[in-house]
């Protein structure tokens, strides 16, 4: 119930609400890439994507070459097959143009098997289908995973979704975050919209 008019008089006040100092870097970093114009929605994505990693936790360590970031495809799916090779063309530019020692490979996903070694996989739109076993082998492998596909992000398949058509907007799905054994900054959760 709400105090009446003249409570509010009496009522002492309070220092106004400051969000912490590393949410507001957070906001910088991430935002940063949507100042600039004339970029693809799928470079931005990247960009994000490189900027967001910072703030998780649990990774396995990265060799000497550093990280490495697998983009499933489905090869009979003609959509998945386009959208990982241009992800994975975005990536490796970006990688470059930011000086950060990550590489792409793309992974069919009927050889997923072979590729334990990745520290993150991108999973694009159209691969519906395989969710589950790109799940599972991400949790036996303990592998990151994130996509540009909401519906992936929804499924218990992706921890992290990226959207930057209109903005930044980034979906983090709790559940798969904690069941894949990993976990973000506290700050990060008040920039994602948690599912």
């Given at each position: 119930m709400l105090p009446a008019s003249n409570?509010?008089?009496?009522?002492?006040?309070?220092?106004?609400?400051?969000?912490?100092?590393?949410?507001?870097?957070?906001?910088?970093?991430?935002?940063?890439?949507?100042?600039?114009?004339?970029?693809?929605?799928?470079?931005?994505?990247?960009?994000?994507?490189?900027?967001?990693?910072?703030?998780?936790?649990g990774m396995k360590a990265a060799g000497s070459t550093g990280a490495v970031v697998g983009v499933a495809y489905d090869e009979t799916n003609t959509v998945s097959a386009t959208e990982a090779k241009a992800f994975l063309a975005r990536l490796r530019s970006t990688a470059s143009q930011m000086n950060v020692s990550l590489h792409g490979r793309l992974i069919e996903i009927s050889g997923l098997e072979d590729h334990a070694d990745v520290h993150y996989i991108y999973v694009p739109h159209g691969v519906d289908k395989h969710y589950q076993k790109i799940y599972d082998f991400a949790l036996r492998n303990r592998i990151f995973t994130f996509s540009t596909d909401a519906a992936a992000v929804k499924a218990p398949c992706c921890i992290l979704g990226l959207n930057t058509r209109s903005g930044v907007e980034i979906y983090l799905n709790q559940r798969t975050l904690r069941a894949l054994g990993f976990d973000v900054d506290a700050a990060f959760k008040y920039m994602v919209k948690q599912l």
């Open positions: 409570d509010l008089e009496h009522t002492p006040s309070r220092m106004p609400v400051r969000p912490p100092r590393a949410l507001l870097v957070i906001v910088a970093v991430l935002c940063a890439c949507e100042a600039a114009s004339g970029e693809s929605p799928l470079h931005r994505d990247t960009e994000v994507f490189f900027n967001a990693r910072h703030f998780i936790r």
